[in-house]
């Protein structure tokens, strides 16, 4: 599967990066004017070309390489596409199998589709954001909207296009905004409220932090753990493991602020590592907090090899996984520009050919400098 990404920032790269680990050639249009740069860490194991798509032979290059392609990913907003003479209808029109990706924050269409906006405000607008948080909302960093409501939806758009296309010969235009892909994460709290036992109310529910056995707590080294402990036999171990001998109502919301007291006052007394070894084997779901820079050395997640180091930067490991293919790591990230003449010698183009674009500065073969080298 051939993945033709143009370059920009946030959910398409990562989206890229993430059918490229798991097996699709991701070739990256870069701007003829972009810099190299081998961070971030998006651009693993990418092909780069960088084409002027304000000249017609540019459009006219990338309309030929697209013609090869199984799927086109863009994240520019609505128009803008059309404008450089790449919309759905010519781009498909050359490729008419082509699955042609559009990520937006808010879609192709709707009132506020041609205004700009960042995670915090799709996550505002549908409805997760005012959920999270205590007196104030509190951003989850920007892994809601751009990753989960964006890059995750956004991938699974293209592949189920890709298997209509490759059953029909048809191409689909996968319009994916992140505030739809957000409102759709919320379908479980959408159903919590039908049923009744979910409240619009912050920091007032089972998984937002109000109940005392779901919440995180301050241990003797200022460090933290996670408490997860929502099933009766899983709060039965938490209890026991805090060494707490009397009953405990689990649900008696009236008893949560003593319970949170009780619970915090205990793991108070113990730094965050003699709690991660306390409850190691235990069902009480009682985990250490860590921070970025410690989750690669937590003994777990090297054992998976969930973390890997590619030229000498450590990063997470392409996910998920499948039996029977031992796991490779990811490719290094390469330069903008890097792989112009590969992609164009694929797409047709004889070797005067290359150099004559070349020389017009239509296209622009990078190895290593800037664009000003």
């Known amino acids: 599967m051939t993945v033709i990404e143009f370059a920009g920032i946030g959910p398409v790269p990562y989206c890229g990066m993430l059918l490229g680990d798991l ?27 960088c084409v002027d798509l304000k000249r017609p032979e540019g459009v006219e290059v990338l309309l030929r390489i697209l013609e090869g392609a199984d799927a086109l990913i863009e994240g520019f907003r609505p128009g803008v596409m059309e404008r450089l003479g790449l919309g759905p209808d010519t781009v498909q029109g050359r490729n008419p199998g082509l699955v ?63 298997l209509e296309s490759r059953a029909t010969g048809k191409g689909q235009v996968v319009d994916t905004a992140m505030v739809d892909g957000v409102a759709h994460l919320t379908t479980m709290f959408h159903s919590a409220m039908a049923g009744g036992w979910w409240t619009p109310s912050r920091n007032a529910n089972l998984l937002d932090g109000a109940a005392p056995f779901y ?29 707490i001998e009397d009953s405990l109502d689990q649900m008696d919301r009236a008893g949560w ?62 996910a998920p996984r499948f039996d029977g293919f031992q796991q490779v790591p990811p490719a290094s990230v390469g330069f903008a520009g890097d792989s112009t003449r590969d992609v164009l010698s694929s797409a047709g183009y004889t070797h005067s050919e290359i150099s004559r674009l070349e020389r017009s500065g239509i296209v622009r073969t990078d190895t290593g400098g800037t664009a000003d080298d």
């Open 215 to 243: 919440t995180t707590y301050r241990c003797a080294d200022g460090e933290y753990v996670a408490v997860g402990a929502l099933e009766p036999q899983f709060f039965l171990a938490l209890v026991n493991g805090l060494g």
């Open 23 to 49: 097996g699709a050639t991701v070739i990256r249009i870069d701007r003829i004017d972009s810099v190299s740069d081998q961070v971030p860490l998006f651009g693993r194991g990418k092909q780069s070309i």
């Open 100 to 162: 042609y990706g559009r990520m937006t924050g808010w879609g192709q269409t709707g009132p506020r589709a041609q205004t700009a906006g960042h995670d915090i405000d799709y996550l505002g607008v549908a409805g997760a954001l005012g959920a999270i948080g205590g007196e104030s909302p509190v951003p989850p960093l920007n892994l809601v909207a751009d990753f989960g409501g964006g890059a995750m939806f956004l991938a699974v758009g293209v592949l189920a296009g890709v």
């Open 257 to 318: 602020p003593a319970m949170r007291v009780r619970f915090a006052s205990i793991f108070a007394t113990r730094t965050r590592d003699e709690w991660d070894r306390h409850f190691a084997g235990s069902d009480a779901c009682v985990a250490p907090v860590r921070s970025l820079a410690e989750a690669p050395s937590d003994p777990h997640l090297v054992d998976r090899g969930t973390f890997v180091e590619v030229d000498g930067v450590v990063q997470p490991a392409p």
